[in-house]
C-alpha cells in the first residue's frame, strides 16, 4: 500500500511563494496530481501531471502554479507564487493506482 506524505504549507503573504511536495512510500503513479478544499466547499483539482510530464492545471492556477515529479526522488512538487487568500485550502496529494491514494493535506493559509 503506498502512502503519500505532503509537507511545505504554511502561513504565506499575498504575492508570496510556497512549494509543497508529497513523497510517495513506493514508485510514483501514471497520474499524480494536488486537489484543495477550502472550508465550506468541495474538493477540487489544482494540478496534475502524468509520468511522461504532461501537466494540466486549474484556470484559477495557471501561470501561477508549477507541478512537477522527480520520479529517482518518487516526489512531486507544487511550487505556488503569487499567491492569493482564495489559495487558503488544505492542499492534497492524490495519486491514481488499482484506486484513488490521497495524502493527509497540508494547511496553506494566505493572509496578511
Known amino acids: 500500500q503506498v502512502q503519500l506524505v505532503e509537507s511545505g504549507g504554511g502561513l504565506v503573504q499575498p504575492g508570496g511563494s510556497l512549494r509543497l511536495s508529497c513523497a510517495a512510500s513506493?514508485?510514483?503513479?501514471?497520474?499524480n496530481g494536488w486537489y484543495r478544499q477550502a472550508p465550506g466547499k468541495e474538493r477540487e483539482l489544482v494540478a496534475q501531471i502524468t509520468s511522461s510530464g504532461n501537466t494540466y492545471y486549474a484556470s484559477s492556477v495557471k501561470g501561477r502554479f508549477t507541478i512537477s515529479r522527480d520520479n529517482a526522488k518518487n516526489t512531486v512538487y507544487l511550487q505556488m507564487n503569487s499567491l492569493k487568500p482564495e489559495d487558503t485550502a488544505v492542499y492534497y496529494c492524490?495519486?491514481?493506482?488499482?484506486?484513488?491514494?490521497w495524502g493527509q493535506g497540508t494547511q496553506v493559509t494566505v493572509s496578511s
Open positions: 513506493g514508485s510514483l503513479f501514471s497520474f
Open positions: 492524490w495519486g491514481l493506482g488499482e484506486h484513488d491514494y
